[in-house]
């Protein structure tokens, strides 16, 4: 009797864990839907939390580097450009290491979102930014192989048209000013794809003039006239080195001779050009020797007989 009444139990009991495992577990029950909502707060606060100690640091980090680096210019020998372009870049890469901090910690709720939003920002940068990134790196390169500093006269673009001082190097564009005080902004990248032609990168630098002379006149008396003028050019170095004097070609009715004189002042060569072409004329003209081209002289002479002849005839 005792046995049969624990069967019928332990069959009771079954049928009551049965239905107990057959019922749904209830998702959106009031404790669940607090806890998310807990979960989502924290993740914001946390982020946020984050982001700002994130952003704050890269601050004090970069006034900690830059504080260092102008302590250590003067042993270093960096100069004003060096210290420009050396900050830019290191402010790119805290800015870099910032973002990458702060999205990794907003992509911890879901990873397949984070991806998604990491690929579509990364191709969003990679698109709008990619000559960007192209100035930065040819930025680095001028940086580190300092083809020029500031202050130094250079020449750029295929037919040397951009021609002037350099007043700032940054890390995505470089600022000359012209001859004529115009501001020139030029990106690095085509500074490093153009022939670039510094004229400040030695001591001196050779001023040089072309004078076509007849074949009948004095050549010693030509080369010393020349090398005088020169001389005595303000701005001109003269002695060591000297100027002198070579006969470059020879031309249809004429010798062409050319001067090259040094100086130190290679911001101002074209001015000191100038002088030397004046002094030129001016001892040329004392000395009665004529500077006229003498093609034209031929085509002058050419067009005045034909008029004579043709006058004649008509009498």
């Known amino acids: 009797m005792l046995t049969g009444f ?8 079954q049928e009551d864990v049965v239905e107990i495992e057959d019922k749904p577990i209830p998702i959106d029950s009031p404790a669940s839907a ?30 900690i580097i ?49 991806g998604a939003i990491s690929v579509i920002v990364g191709t969003v940068i990679g698109f709008s ?31 040397d048209s951009l021609l002037g001082d350099v007043v700032e190097i940054s890390l995505i564009y470089t600022k000359i000013k012209t ?44 080369k010393s006239l020349l090398v005088e003028a020169a001389s005595k050019t303000v701005g001109i170095i003269p002695d060591n080195p ?10 249809n009715f004429a010798a062409v001779f050319e001067l090259r004189a040094y100086t130190k002042r290679s911001n101002e060569f074209l001015r000191i050009q100038s002088d030397i072409r004046e ?3 001016d001892s040329f003209q004392k000395s009665g020797l004529d500077l006229t081209i003498p093609q034209a002289q031929i085509n002058f002479d050419d067009i005045y007989s034909h008029k004579r002849w043709k006058t004649s005839d008509e009498v």
């Open 179 to 222: 001859v004529k005080n115009e501001l020139v902004t030029v990106p690095n990248q085509s500074l490093l794809q153009n022939r670039l032609v510094n004229y400040s990168g030695f001591e001196h630098l050779a001023v040089s003039i072309e004078v076509s002379i007849l074949y009948g006149s004095d050549k010693d008396k030509i």
């Open 34 to 63: 607090q806890t998310q909502a807990t979960f989502i707060h924290s993740w914001w606060f946390d982020g946020l939390l984050v982001s700002s100690i994130a952003i704050v640091g890269s601050f004090v980090v970069y006034f």
């Open 242 to 251: 000297k100027p002198y004097v070579i006969l470059k070609r020879f031309d």
């Open 279 to 281: 002094s030129v004329f």
């Open 66 to 114: 830059n504080y260092f680096l102008k302590r250590t210019a003067n042993s270093l020998r960096l100069d004003k450009g060096d210290l420009k372009g050396i900050r830019s870049i290191i402010k790119m890469i805290i800015i870099v290491i910032t973002l990458i901090i702060i999205l990794f910690q907003f992509s911890s709720i879901n990873a397949a979102t984070a």
């Open 129 to 159: 930014s990619r000559n960007t990134i192209s100035n930065a790196i040819a930025g680095i390169i001028l940086l580190s192989a300092r083809p020029f500093k500031i202050g130094d006269r250079i020449s750029t673009t295929q037919d």
């Open 6 to 13: 624990a069967s019928i139990n332990n069959a009771v009991a």
